[in-house]
């Protein structure tokens, strides 16, 4: 079995290493990994300038792009063979709820998965490393059970896990959740720089708008691993229908 690492906090992260560490008897590990911090990075691909890979002391390669840019290059000609599952993290911070839109962590997951390629994106719920080794046994734990379940190098799956940083004991079992809500961010900072012009800085995330039972969110709040399955499909379904009617008739009145 082998298995891609990449993060969005940059190859030098405690995250990617205790994840490296925790995943290097399970199968044969390569990482992949920014150069620099990318969160919030999403899926981005740089297409207007080269990437270069260099490779690190500890083995770890970096590139000076996005966290999909890295599981991208890895698949398409880096690695020269596939990988059987791509993990991301353990991301500094939580990605549950609408995080998981923005979140680089997952960016690098779902890029394994459009490739055809299981994915798992990881994350801490909280910033600041507390009981990061009991995070990267628990991820150790799920991989290998996948591993020895043969969940592993046949259909590709996305799941998107979250992590109370609590010491080992504490931590509660896995849980599959739907995704939480929170509210819209909050307002833009504005600072003035030494020349006088006006600076932008993008808010905070928004407070949590729904964490009712059943959502990551709600899971990771009592002590519980979420597990979310994701997919990338946009679509809304549920809305053809209504949507198919609606421009028909504005079509309609038009015409009329
Ligand atoms: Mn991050």
Excluded at 57 to 85: E, K, Q, S
Excluded at 125 to 144: F, I, M, P, S, Y
Excluded at 210 to 238: I, N, Q, R, Y
Aim: net charge negative; aromatic share 6%.
């Amino acid at each position: 079995m082998k298995i891609l690492i990449s993060n969005d906090d940059g190859y030098q992260a405690p995250g990617i290493v205790a994840l490296y560490e925790a995943l290097q008897d399970v199968a044969e590990v390569e990482v992949v990994a920014p150069e620099h911090n990318n969160s919030a990075k999403s899926n981005a691909l740089t297409l207007h300038s080269p990437l270069y890979v260099h490779r690190a002391a500890n083995g770890f390669r970096y590139v000076n792009g996005t966290p999909a840019d890295c599981v991208h290059i890895a698949l398409t000609g880096l690695l020269g063979y596939r990988p059987d599952l791509v993990v991301s993290g353990i991301n500094n911070g939580a990605n549950m709820g609408d995080d998981t839109i923005y979140s680089g962590t997952v960016g690098a997951a779902m890029e394994g998965y459009l490739f055809g390629i299981p994915a798992i994106a990881f994350s801490q719920t909280e910033k600041g490393w507390k009981h990061l080794d009991a995070a990267a046994l628990r991820a150790r734990e799920l991989v290998q059970q996948m591993l020895l379940q043969n969940m592993v190098g046949k259909q590709p799956w996305l799941l998107n896990v979250n992590i109370p940083c609590l010491p080992l004991q504490e931590l509660k079992p896995a849980k599959v959740c739907r995704l939480g809500r929170r509210h819209a961010a909050e307002p833009v900072i504005t600072q003035t720089s030494p020349r006088g012009e006006t600076m932008y800085w993008i808010g905070a995330a928004g407070p949590v708008l729904d964490e009712s039972e059943g959502t990551d969110f709600h899971a990771t709040a009592h002590g519980h691993v979420s597990v979310t399955p994701l997919k990338v499909d946009l679509a809304d379904h549920d809305k053809l229908g209504y949507w198919a009617q609606s421009i028909a008739q504005l079509a309609v009145k038009a015409a009329a």
